[in-house]
């Protein structure tokens, strides 16, 4: 089965400086997802950037980015140019590329990130 | 993307009652799912609400428990029946509008039960 795994439940950083979250996972599966969702107090759980397993080009958004290692099962977020309103709990998640009803995300514990002014 | 209204925002409710949250898609969407998290917490999936057919149940989570609805593919209902205390939580509803793709969110209803 597959897991991800965050290491870091909580994290904080200076208002325009870069932070990077990590996460890792485990899978057997050659292709899948992965996905970082931030979700602020308000509850909302909002997409932050995408990685199809297939690409060897790292995802970015904007000021967010990922490192995407395949071979170390590892895929990390970074954020530059922090900013308040970038304060939230990330998740990082899974999912198998495998149609049917087995399309469930799988989602690591979540890092807290501060933003200090 | 996908716009999803989920009602209602918050509520208290008394041990013993029943509460059904509900969740609006702006538009068709093929997968559906609810979801519980614990106040920093992570989400633990509750089940997928199937169109036309019962859900779909996740280990630890039973249909007379969370009864959940999904008459058609823009709409579900969430359940929580004979509620307790320890059902407080935050209950989420999720949509994916194709495939493969990403799930988007609805605002999450905090539940507290006295």
């Known amino acids: 089965a597959q897991t991800v795994t965050q290491s870091q439940p909580e994290m904080s950083v200076q208002e325009a400086e870069t932070v990077t979250l990590s996460c890792t996972y485990d899978t057997s599966e050659s292709d899948y997802y992965l996905f970082w969702y931030k979700q602020p107090p308000s509850r909302q759980m909002i997409l932050v950037i995408r990685q199809e397993a297939y690409k060897q080009q790292n995802a970015t958004e904007n000021r967010f980015s990922v490192n995407f290692q395949k071979a170390a099962k590892s895929f990390s977020l970074k954020i530059s140019d922090s900013q308040l309103g970038d304060a939230a709990m990330y998740f990082c998640?899974?999912?198998?590329?495998?149609?049917?009803?087995?399309?469930?995300?799988?989602w690591g514990l979540g890092t807290s990130l501060a933003v200090n002014p | 993307s996908a716009v999803i209204s989920q009602k209602p925002s918050r509520d208290i409710c008394q041990r013993g009652t029943s509460l059904t949250i509900q969740c609006q898609v702006d538009?068709?969407?093929?997968?559906m799912f609810w979801y519980r998290q614990q106040p920093g917490q992570s989400l633990t999936l509750i089940a997928t609400?199937?169109?036309?057919?019962?859900?779909?149940?996740e280990s630890g989570f039973v249909i007379d428990k969370f009864p959940i609805s999904r008459p058609n593919l823009t709409f579900s209902t969430l359940t929580v029946s004979n509620m307790s205390p320890e059902d407080s939580s935050i209950y989420l509803c999720s949509a994916e509008k194709q495939q493969n793709t990403e799930a988007f969110f609805g605002q999450g209803t905090r539940l507290t039960v006295v």
């Open positions: 998640a899974y999912r198998t590329l495998n149609a049917g009803n087995n399309r469930k995300l799988i």
């Open positions: 609400a199937n169109q036309g057919s019962e859900a779909t149940y």
């Open positions: 538009s068709q969407v093929t997968m």
